[in-house]
């Protein structure tokens, strides 16, 4: 794996390492409390206002997908997502050329079931269709995934649905996503898994088991607190779920997650349209964006502004 030259936020070799035995680094505070209050409380009500987003809105659950992508529109989450904080980290684990292909909204409410454990390579798990592919090596497919970057926006506690994970797990697979799984509303918010209660936002992640019999040991698994303004760099393939929302109404928890890929990557090859978690989206004015070094592949469509104009500028790495 490429250690990419020192900048003021790159990695350093032993986190290097550290990150490619544990599938993880993190917590890293990105932003001071306060701070990350104040942006938090923008975007809140920026997020309301959709006349520049790229997706329409959806109605119930499928209102989670309309929301992918507002990096793409809105200014404070352009900025999140061209952060030299987050981008120099993870430039020194995927190389210096890097796309941002997604970002994500992730709440829990008071009541909600945490999300079931899973492990992306592909994320073909809903709709079917691979979203990211590596180039294949020596007629292999190499190992895929993403580096997630997820961000407390608000506290993340065991009471109001942190992540969990399980650290040393990224390298194995226990999922196909190619299985296919059902999509059920109405499932959502019903089911223990091992005495608590998960769900894979109207799905069930265990549909796309390798082996129907085998259940995550999670003793293995240990939350992952976080305060506000601060973040987890992962691997998508790393066993990763959180848990359910027990606590109080006022104290939701919301994760925003931004994905990398370096430039080799194609992001939704031969796809117009995704259609996952009851909902649909058309990708005609959809953009990865180039974060860091070149594009020397032009495998994908790179957006060079927001939607209100923000310019994309990539960091270098030097
Ligand atoms: O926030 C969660 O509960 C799940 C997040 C997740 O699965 C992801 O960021 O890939
Ligand atoms: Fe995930």
Redesign the pocket.
Known sequence: MTVTQQTTFSLTEAEVEQFERDGFLGPIKIYEVEEMEERWKTVQRQLRDRSHAIYPVGSGKASSISNYDRHLDIDLLSEHIMKREIVDRVASLLGPDLLCWRS?F?P?YQGDEG?DW?Q?ATFAHASGTPQIVWPSEDGRPAFGGTV?V?TAFTHSTKEN?C?QLMPGTHKVMNYDESKGMEYNAEAANSQEKDGIKRGFFGYDYRQLQKDPNWKPDESQAFPLVMKPGECVIFW?TLM?A?LPHTGTKKDYRM?Y?ARFVPTQVQVYPGTDEVSEYGGGIVLDKYGTVLVSGEDTYGHNRVAKESQRGFQFTPHQQS
Do not use: R
């Open positions: 994500e992730f829990k999300t899973h992306a997630t997820w649905g992540l998508s990763h959180s994760g997650a």
